[in-house]
């Protein structure tokens, strides 16, 4: 935390610009020519997008194990004048990049970069068809955040370096977004105190930005560890005290009172160990739960019971029980300002031209998947997403921490299928084929016209501070779900990748040799089962 200060504070020294550069006036007709500036480097540049966007899909790293993905994004900041400060919140494949042009404005820009266990697929291949059988894959699409938001940052760097214009681009990765444990570990270190304002970014098949609640939960992820004692299960078994049983009614335990949970909340669970062999009582089990609701209060509440169900199932098994949190997600809270003027931005983008090959591959993987509308990709903006009114229950997202340190909006950029599953094979076909390519370029313009506009009109900041201290937060207060003493689960996923890492390796992209990852993998765009 404190390193990260004095980076940002030595960073800004240095680069030397006037103070008073950051509070130059601009007119309107300034501001439209340096945003069309920023719009027409990131067009320029959308090889470079292109290129990123499939590396990171061909390295296909589940979280906490990204450490391919890490090497190659911070290595492109770091040739291009960033900072790196790695392994932050003691997460070795986290980092933050910073460049600064002197006094005005610090913007974060994030997104994830971990994939979905199982989801290997070749891109542009409209059914099952894994890379790796088994294999991790990009069934979110998260290979293509960061491409995102490293295209707009190099162009808005460019635009600032040439005009002088104050301000300091911070770029960060949402590690283990799918396990929810790192945002809430980088707020909780203090690597917001500093930060003006974040634009994360998350693919969609429409590009798009809210304000307000949204829906959806926040939740705790918590592991349950029993022990026991072990003993031959034939031989002896009244000797054993069976740790699995103790995990088995916990899971019980937990499923009666599920029957009396609210509709907003959600909860599920797995068996993290469940003994070695039949033969043997277990002396060691685990189950691991996602406690959901749409409120911090009502998470506590389920994380509280679902405590007391633990000790009981404990007691009546004559183990003992120990806790773990592994993640926690806030509900999320989308800034006002940022997000309207966002979104002038969206409608000056628009969406993508799709072709012919577009719209087929996409019609084809919605037939494929049963989807509930076979009508391709989106040819018309979604409208501004406004407050929710009425919660409703849904998925979560880390970035609900940082939404309540600094003023944050989620900008949803087009480079997916819409009607798929989620964290399915079939939502990976599309991440490195030009839907996604286009998408993420679309993605980019929208975002550096909007770091422009915060960047040449620091109204527009102090509005955004505004709804955030008056609004925002007037009655509701952030409260960490971790506590100082908390590490991150770096140890999750760690045999799953190391599995597949030598299998995968054969299968990176290598753009030196290859135009397009298609291309590497001999694959026909679209390719269509008849």
Same mark, same amino acid.
């Given at each position: 935390?404190?390193?990260?200060?004095?980076?940002l504070?030595?960073?800004?020294?240095?680069?030397?610009?006037a103070?008073s550069?950051? +509070?130059?006036k601009?007119?309107?007709?300034q501001?439209k020519?340096?945003?069309?500036?920023v719009?027409?480097?990131?067009?320029?540049?959308k090889? +470079?997008?292109?290129?990123? =966007?499939? /590396?990171?899909?061909?390295?296909?790293?589940l979280?906490?194990?990204?450490e391919e993905?890490?090497?190659?994004?911070?290595?492109?900041?770091?040739?291009?004048?960033?900072?790196?400060?790695?392994?932050?919140?003691?997460i070795?494949?986290? &980092?933050?990049?910073? &460049?600064?042009?002197?006094?005005? @404005?610090?913007?974060?820009l994030?997104?994830? !970069?971990?994939?979905?266990p /199982?989801?290997?697929?070749?891109?542009?291949v409209?059914?099952?068809?894994?890379i790796?059988?088994?294999?991790?894959?990009?069934?979110?699409g998260?290979n293509?955040?960061?491409?995102?938001n490293?295209?707009?940052?190099?162009?808005?760097?460019?635009?600032?370096?040439k005009e002088g214009?104050?301000?300091?681009?911070?770029?960060?990765?949402?590690?283990a977004?799918?396990?929810?444990?790192?945002?809430?570990?980088?707020?909780?270190?203090?690597?917001?105190d500093?930060i003006?304002?974040?634009?994360?970014?998350?693919?969609?098949s429409n590009?798009?930005?809210?304000?307000?609640?949204?829906?959806?939960?926040?939740?705790?992820?918590?592991?349950?560890?029993?022990?026991?004692?072990?003993?031959?299960s034939?031989g002896?078994?009244?000797?054993?005290?069976?740790a699995?049983?103790?995990?088995e009614?916990m899971?019980?335990? &937990?499923?009666?009172?599920?029957?009396?949970l609210?509709?907003?909340?959600r909860?599920?669970s797995?068996?993290?160990?469940a003994?070695?062999q039949?033969?043997? =009582?277990?002396?060691?089990a685990?189950?691991?739960?996602y406690?959901?609701?749409?409120?911090?209060?009502?998470?506590?509440?389920?994380?509280a019971?679902?405590?007391?169900?633990?000790?009981?199932?404990?007691?009546?098994t004559?183990?003992?029980?120990?806790s773990?949190?592994?993640?926690?997600?806030?509900?999320?809270?989308?800034?006002k !300002?940022?997000?309207?003027?966002?979104y002038?931005?969206?409608?000056e983008v628009?969406?993508?031209?799709?072709?012919?090959?577009? +719209?087929?591959?996409a019609?084809a993987?919605?037939? +494929?998947v049963e989807s509930?509308?076979?009508?391709?990709?989106?040819t018309?903006?979604?409208?501004?997403?406004?407050?929710?009114?009425?919660?409703?229950?849904?998925?979560?997202?880390?970035i609900?921490d940082?939404?309540?340190? !600094?003023?944050?909006?989620?900008?949803?950029?087009?480079?997916?299928? @819409?009607g798929?599953?989620?964290?399915? &094979?079939?939502?990976a076909?599309?991440?490195?084929?030009?839907?996604?390519?286009?998408?993420a370029?679309a993605?980019?313009?929208?975002?550096?016209?909007?770091?422009?506009?915060?960047?040449?009109?620091?109204?527009?900041l102090?509005?955004?501070w505004?709804?955030?201290?008056n609004?925002?937060? /007037?009655e509701?207060?952030?409260?960490?779900?971790?506590s100082?003493?908390?590490?991150?689960?770096?140890?999750?996923?760690k045999?799953?990748q190391?599995?597949?890492?030598?299998?995968?390796e054969a299968?990176?992209?290598?753009?030196? /040799?290859?135009d397009?990852y298609?291309?590497q993998?001999?694959?026909?765009?679209?390719?269509?089962?008849?």
């Amino acid at each position: 935390m404190k390193t990260t200060k004095i980076l940002l504070s030595g960073i800004m020294l240095f680069a030397g610009v006037a103070t008073s550069t950051a +509070q130059k006036k601009y007119s309107k007709s300034q501001v439209k020519k340096l945003k069309a500036e920023v719009e027409a480097i990131v067009e320029a540049n959308k090889k +470079q997008t292109q290129v990123m =966007v499939d /590396k990171i899909f061909s390295f296909a790293e589940l979280g906490f194990q990204e450490e391919e993905s890490s090497k190659y994004l911070t290595g492109i900041l770091e040739e291009n004048g960033f900072t790196i400060e790695h392994s932050i919140s003691n997460i070795p494949t986290a &980092w933050f990049a910073t &460049w600064s042009n002197g006094e005005g @404005p610090v913007i974060a820009l994030g997104s994830d !970069v971990d994939c979905i266990p /199982k989801a290997s697929q070749y891109p542009g291949v409209a059914y099952h068809k894994p890379i790796v059988e088994g294999a991790p894959g990009h069934g979110e699409g998260h290979n293509s955040g960061i491409p995102l938001n490293i295209t707009s940052a190099l162009a808005v760097k460019e635009v600032m370096e040439k005009e002088g214009i104050g301000g300091t681009l911070i770029l960060w990765p949402g590690i283990a977004e799918e396990l929810v444990a790192a945002k809430a570990w980088y707020v909780r270190d203090g690597l917001f105190d500093d930060i003006d304002m974040c634009i994360f970014t998350h693919v969609s098949s429409n590009l798009s930005v809210s304000w307000g609640p949204t829906r959806g939960t926040g939740l705790i992820s918590v592991e349950y560890m029993f022990e026991g004692e072990a003993a031959h299960s034939a031989g002896a078994p009244w000797r054993g005290r069976s740790a699995l049983d103790a995990a088995e009614l916990m899971n019980v335990g &937990w499923n009666y009172k599920r029957e009396h949970l609210h509709p907003l909340k959600r909860s599920h669970s797995i068996f993290t160990d469940a003994g070695d062999q039949p033969n043997v =009582v277990p002396s060691k089990a685990g189950i691991w739960f996602y406690f959901r609701d749409v409120t911090y209060e009502g998470i506590m509440e389920m994380y509280a019971e679902a405590n007391d169900i633990a000790k009981g199932a404990a007691m009546m098994t004559g183990t003992t029980m120990t806790s773990r949190v592994l993640g926690t997600a806030w509900p999320r809270h989308y800034n006002k !300002v940022i997000a309207e003027t966002m979104y002038e931005n969206i409608k000056e983008v628009g969406l993508p031209e799709w072709t012919e090959a577009d +719209q087929k591959l996409a019609k084809a993987v919605q037939t +494929q998947v049963e989807s509930r509308k076979i009508e391709g990709l989106p040819t018309e903006l979604s409208e501004i997403g406004m407050p929710v009114l009425e919660p409703v229950s849904g998925g979560s997202d880390d970035i609900g921490d940082i939404s309540w340190k !600094v003023p944050t909006v989620t900008m949803r950029f087009p480079s997916n299928i @819409p009607g798929l599953p989620g964290h399915h &094979w079939a939502n990976a076909i599309a991440m490195a084929t030009p839907i996604a390519h286009k998408g993420a370029t679309a993605g980019a313009k929208a975002e550096a016209m909007t770091i422009m506009d915060f960047l040449l009109k620091p109204e527009l900041l102090t509005q955004a501070w505004d709804y955030f201290n008056n609004e925002q937060t /007037k009655e509701t207060k952030y409260e960490p779900m971790i506590s100082a003493d908390d590490m991150p689960p770096t140890f999750l996923n760690k045999d799953k990748q190391d599995m597949f890492r030598p299998a995968l390796e054969a299968f990176y992209y290598d753009e030196t /040799k290859y135009d397009t990852y298609l291309e590497q993998l001999g694959v026909e765009y679209p390719t269509i089962k008849e």
